[in-house]
């Protein structure tokens, strides 16, 4: 499905320049459970820029259904279309109802107001928060704000569900339900998993865990 094949980022020129990622290759199964771990500074979010085409990589390629996603097909279009990306900060409107915060993906691609708030509705009955659509996301404790921010990313049932240290944020209680969510939309609706964090105990309940060191795969481990 998603495959990086000798990827490397360097950021800088000539002296000045600093290799971020060193010759990195992955593959990840469709449907399978994944932790990208490393300490801060170790590339991780790096590796999540240029697997979700958000950063184009210096040297390598990333695959998806053999497809280079940096030169073959329309970046910004596939990414709306294949991967849900959940960001620590949540980056929601605050001003704006629940709803609107969710159906905005489809709103940016001009999906008619009636269908996008359907479907971002059946979205929020996923997390838990259909009573909660009317509320300005202001409103809301930080727990069910990284909901939010989930349904949104859910909302175009993506193939690829990616979370950036989502319970960076949250206290004990409300990062282990945000987890339990995660693990259990993957076994709902069979997209693939992939956890960017620093948290040992949420990637020991990931079958494989990737752990980067200093722009490198030291380790890559997956469960019997």
Known sequence: MLEIKNVARRYGKKED??????????????????????KSGSGKSTLLHIMT???????GEVLFDGKNIHKSI??????????????QQF???PS????????LP???????????????????ISVGLKDKAKNNANDLSGGQKQRVAIARAI???P??????????????ESGESIINLLFDLNKSKGATLIIVTHDNDIAKRCHRIIELRDGKIVSDRSKK
């Open 106 to 124: 489809l709103k940016l691609r001009g999906v008619s107001k009636k269908e996008r708030e359907q479907r971002a509705l059946q979205a929020l």
């Open 96 to 103: 704006n109802s629940v709803i609107d915060n969710v159906a």
């Open 155 to 157: 909302i175009d049932n």
């Open 91 to 93: 980056f929601l409107q």
């Open 74 to 87: 329309d970046t910004d279009k596939w990414r709306g279309q294949n991967i849900g990306i959940v960001f």
């Open 159 to 172: 193939s690829i569900l990616i979370a950036d240290e989502p319970t960076g944020n949250l206290d004990t």
């Open 53 to 59: 085409g958000l950063d184009h990589p210096s040297e």
């Open 17 to 38: 320049s600093f290799l971020a990622l060193k010759d990195i290759s992955l593959e990840f199964d469709k449907g399978s459970t994944n932790a990208v771990i490393g």
